[in-house]
């Protein structure tokens, strides 16, 4: 159960191409933001669909897959846990993030890829 403290799974569309940066000492990092879907109906029998939109991060060997396989659209399922961080941007306004950090990546693009 130890392991199920902090754990994040989702399934979605890239919302963007990742952002990628090459940090000192050859590690990357990479940025994107992922949309997760639902349909449920409403209390008067409606369709709704709902988006919710999540910022993820990746490290490492998984920042240099998504460099190399991931483009605006793309569906891919991930596995990670939840950080939260806070700073002060340029006007002296304290921001929080919510992010989820990928520790496993699944690409589920119906196309086939090089891989």
């Known amino acids: 159960m130890?392991?199920?403290?902090?754990?994040?799974?989702?399934?979605?569309?890239?919302?963007?191409?990742p952002e990628i940066k090459n940090l000192e000492g050859g590690?990357?990092?990479?940025?994107?933001?992922?949309?997760?879907?639902?349909?449920?109906?409403n209390q008067k029998g409606e369709k709704v669909d709902e988006?919710?939109?999540h910022n993820l991060v990746a490290w490492g060997k998984v920042a240099e897959l998504c460099e190399k396989y991931l483009?605006?659209?793309?569906?891919i399922g991930i596995e990670g846990k939840l950080m939260h961080?806070?700073?002060?941007d340029?006007?002296?306004?304290?921001?929080?993030?919510t992010e989820v950090q990928v520790n496993e990546m699944l690409l589920l693009d119906k196309k086939s890829k090089d891989v």
């Open 2 to 17: 130890y392991a199920l403290k902090n754990k994040v799974q989702l399934i979605g569309h890239l919302g963007n191409t």
């Open 27 to 41: 590690k990357k990092v990479a940025k994107f933001s992922l949309a997760t879907n639902e349909t449920y109906l």
């Open 51 to 53: 988006t919710q939109w």
């Open 71 to 75: 483009t605006k659209g793309s569906e």
């Open 85 to 88: 961080r806070d700073y002060t």
């Open 90 to 97: 340029k006007e002296g306004t304290k921001r929080y993030i």
